[in-house]
Structure formats: C-alpha cells, structure tokens
C-alpha cells in the first residue's frame, strides 16, 4: 500500500477555539476515505488545512512524501495536486461549463486552449454532461453543476480528491446522480477523502471511515466495523441519529 496522504498531529485554534486537536491519519493510493461527525466537529477544517486553505498550527502533512506544511513550500503548486469540491458548487458564473473546467489545465498545467478543450470535453463526457460544454452553470440544475465541479476537480489529474459535503446542499432527487459519479471514480481507483453525511454512500463505497468529535478522530476503521459495530458509545450516539 503506497501511502498518498498523511497527516501527523494536526491542531488548529480559531482565536481561542481548538477546532483540530491532534488528528493524524493516512490516505493510501486508490483509498477512498470517509470523514464523517457532527456539524462543527473540524471536518471542512481538516480538508482545507490538508490542501493549504488553511494555515495549521501544529503538526505535519505530507503528499507524495513531500512536506507541504513546511511554511517555504509554494501553496498554490500543493494546491493544484488536490481537486477539491465543495458544498456549495462555487463554479465561476460568468464562464462557460467548459472554461470553468479547463481553466485550471490552462494557467496551472500551461496547456493550450485547444488541448485543454479536447481534454475537457472529454471529462464532460465522463460525467454525462458533453451537451452543456457552451451553457453557463446557471442553466444547470444543481446536480449539474456539481458533476461539473467534480469535473473540474478531476481536471489536473490531482493526486488526492477533497469532497466535501458534496450532496447536502442539493434536492433530494439529485443526490443519487452526483453519489453515482463519485463511486465511478472510486471504482476508477481515485484516491478519494471526503466528508459526508451519506452514511448509507459512505459505508457502501468507503474503504476506511473516521469519525471526527471535538476535534479528535475518535474511531477510525472499515466501515462494516464503525457502521455495524461502533467501539465508542460517541460514535454509537452519532450514527444513532441516522436510523
Ligand atoms: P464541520 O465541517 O465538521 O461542520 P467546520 O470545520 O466547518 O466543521 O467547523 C468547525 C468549527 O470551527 C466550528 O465551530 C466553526 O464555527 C469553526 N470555524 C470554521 N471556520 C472558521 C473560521 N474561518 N473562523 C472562525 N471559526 C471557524
Ligand atoms: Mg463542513
């Protein structure tokens, strides 16, 4: 197992409030990673520490082998070995659905427009949505946009996916369509982190699930064991809202 991402005693404070408190844990090639917990237990704090969107204030995270919290390493390069999703699909609205996928290929990647289209088309395709190419994302419905971000998270073949809470800002009925995509790139072999709150997703696709509370990962483990077995009366507490 080739570990892709780890992360080693990660604390971060806001002011006086200590989000993360010590969080440690590995990401292996072709993982897909389920973070799960309560609202406000650090997960969207994890994910943009992990990717440089936030400065930690302890601890040490590499990719690749490479320290990217070593203060003199050039966060927008770290930046762009991660495709990040977030809740809220934050596509650029005055570009097209291809613009907003390719744009990162073309001032990150420095490849030409007309590469950088031929490969987009290509990811709009993988995610069912080569007839949007010329719309803007506000033609879209919700479920849309986010296959485009995914689209464009995938774009600069990263080496790691954030996700985000993908699905809980969009209508029930199109949660399914965005779920579906992400297990394709699981089964694809992506190497995949993401929080969520679809603990039926999670514990189907999932290869390991940590539970984050109060800033610790709490329990961390397959997810037949977390989900069907839980060690700690938290996670019990936790996944007991869900049933
Ligand atoms: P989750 O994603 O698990 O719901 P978050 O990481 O968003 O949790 O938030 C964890 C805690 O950190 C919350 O109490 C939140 O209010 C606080 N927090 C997150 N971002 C900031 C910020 N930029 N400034 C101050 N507090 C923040
Ligand atoms: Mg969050």
Redesign the pocket.
Known sequence: MTTVLEATDLWKS??D?A?LRGISFELARNEVVAVI????????????CLNLL?PIDDGVIRLGGDDISDPRVDANRVRARFGIVFQHYNLFPHLSVLDNVTLASRVVGRMSRRDADARGVDLLARVGLADKAHDHPDRLSGGQQQRVAIARAIATDPEVILL??ITSALDPELVGEVLELVRTLAVDGATILM?THEMAFARDVATRVLF?DGGIVVEEGPPSQVFGAPREARTREFLARFT
């Open positions: 806001f002011d409030h989000v917990g309560p609202s406000g237990s650090g997960k969207s704090t994890l994910l943009r936030e985000d809470e929080a984050l």
